[in-house]
T-cell receptor, first 115, second 114 residues
Framework: DAKTTQPTSMDCAEGRAANLPCNHS???????VYWYRQIHSQGPQYIIH???NNETNEMASLIITEDRKSSTLILPHATLRDTAVYYC????????????????FGQGTILTVHP | DVKVTQSSRYLVKRTGEKVFLECVQD?????MFWYRQDPGLGLRLIYF???????EKGDIPEGYSVSREKKERFSLILESASTNQTSMYLC?????????????FGSGTRLTVV
C-alpha cells in the first residue's frame, strides 16, 4: 500500500474551517484515499473516501489533486468535538476473497480545536 | 444505527490465562478485523477474516488466534496472555467483494495483563 505523510499536529479555531493535508505521492491508480478520525478512548470513525473526484458528505469534504499525489480533508465549521487524531490512508479497491485491501494506519494528525 | 459491539470495555487478566475477546456486528458485513493500538505504534492489524471460517494473518499474529464460526461474530483468542499483550484491542468490519468500503470500528477493549 502507498504510504502517507501528514503533519503531526494542527490547531484550528472553533467555527473556522479545518484543512488537513495528506501527501501520498506513491499512490497507485486503483488506490482510494480514506480518512478516519479517532476521538480519545474511542474506536476510529470513518469520515470519507475518494478515488480522484472531490467528495462531500455530511461530515467533511475531500479534495484530491489532479495528479492524486496529495489530498486535503476539510471540516467546514470545526467544533470542539472535532478534536481528534485524523488518519489519511490509501488502500486498493477490494476485489473479494483475500484481496480485500487492508487499512494500514500511520500516526495521523492531532487536530486541536480551540474555543 | 449500525454497530460493531465488543463484549468488554475493560478487562484485567493474569499472565498465562486464556483470554477471549468477542466482537459482534449487525451489518451483515463479510470482512472483520482485529487491531491492537499502542502509544507510539498506532494501530496494527492482528488478524482478519473475509468469510465464515476463513482467516488471514495480519502484521502481528504471534500469540493470537481467531475464530469466525458465524458471519456476525469474530473472536480474538490470547492462548496464554502475557504482559506485552496489554493493549487497546479494536474490532472492525466492512463489506466485502469488489468495491471500496469504509470500516466500522467498535469502541475497543482495553486489556491489562498482570
Amino acid at each position: 500500500d502507498a504510504k502517507t505523510t501528514q503533519p503531526t499536529s494542527m490547531d484550528c479555531a472553533e467555527g473556522r474551517a479545518a484543512n488537513l493535508p495528506c501527501n501520498h505521492s506513491t499512490i497507485s491508480g486503483n488506490e482510494y484515499v480514506y480518512w478516519y478520525r479517532q476521538i480519545h478512548s474511542q474506536g476510529p470513525q470513518y469520515i470519507i473516501h475518494g478515488l480522484k473526484n472531490n467528495e462531500t458528505n455530511e461530515m467533511a469534504s475531500l479534495i484530491i489533486t489532479e495528479d492524486r499525489k496529495s489530498s486535503t480533508l476539510i471540516l467546514p465549521h470545526a467544533t470542539l468535538r472535532d478534536t481528534a487524531v485524523y488518519y489519511c490512508i490509501v488502500r486498493p479497491q477490494g476485489a473479494g476473497g483475500t484481496s480485500y485491501g487492508k487499512l494500514t494506519f500511520g500516526q495521523g494528525t492531532i487536530l486541536t480545536v480551540h474555543p | 444505527d449500525v454497530k460493531v459491539t465488543q463484549s468488554s470495555r475493560y478487562l484485567v487478566k493474569r499472565t498465562g490465562e486464556k483470554v477471549f475477546l468477542e466482537c459482534v456486528q449487525d451489518m451483515d458485513h463479510e470482512n472483520m478485523f482485529w487491531y491492537r493500538q499502542d502509544p507510539g505504534l498506532g494501530l496494527r492489524l492482528i488478524y482478519f477474516s473475509y468469510d465464515v471460517k476463513m482467516k488471514e494473518k495480519g502484521d502481528i499474529p504471534e500469540g493470537y488466534s481467531v475464530s469466525r464460526e458465524k458471519k456476525e461474530r469474530f473472536s480474538l483468542i490470547l492462548e496464554s496472555a502475557s504482559t506485552n499483550q496489554t493493549s487497546m484491542y479494536l474490532c472492525a468490519s466492512s463489506l466485502g467483494g469488489p468495491g471500496s468500503y469504509g470500516y466500522t470500528f467498535g469502541s475497543g477493549t482495553r486489556l491489562t495483563v498482570v
